[in-house]
């Protein structure tokens, strides 16, 4: 069993800042990848951004914005000049090998996903 847990979401002004994290915890033997994805009403889930080994990948409408970063078993987002169309549940997401109940690799990798914060950018 794998768990990620979210915090940090809200409700902020435009040109403002919210970071948001996310910790995983369960059996797990090597994260490939953690990310950040958004999904807003009536919209498509959307890559925010992503991190493996040290590398980073960012949406074109968040490059210079945000900054993700990780540690351990923890992925955070830093979020600055937030803009309206910012808003959206932000669903942190983890894929990577787990063991299974013998403690034992389970062949490949898994993907996992968090519950979603919701982030709300408005006057």
């Known amino acids: 069993q794998v768990q990620l847990v979210e915090s940090g979401g809200g409700l902020v002004q435009p040109g403002g800042s919210l970071r948001l994290s996310c910790a995983a915890s369960?059996?797990?033997?090597?994260?490939?990848?953690m990310g950040w994805y958004r999904q807003a009403p009536g919209k498509q889930r959307e890559l925010v951004a992503v991190?493996?080994?040290?590398s980073t990948n960012y949406a074109d409408s968040v490059k210079g914005r945000f900054t993700i970063s990780s540690a351990k078993n923890t992925v955070a987002l830093q979020m600055s000049s937030l803009k309206p169309e910012d808003t959206a549940v932000y669903y942190c997401?983890?894929?990577?090998?787990?063991?299974?109940?013998?403690?034992?690799?389970?062949?490949?990798?898994?993907?996992?996903w968090g519950q979603g914060t919701q982030v709300t950018v408005s006057p």
């Open positions: 991190i493996s080994s040290g």
């Open positions: 997401n983890l894929v990577a090998q787990v063991l299974d109940s013998t403690k034992l690799i389970i062949p490949g990798t898994r993907d996992y």
């Open positions: 369960g059996s797990i033997f090597s994260i490939h990848r």
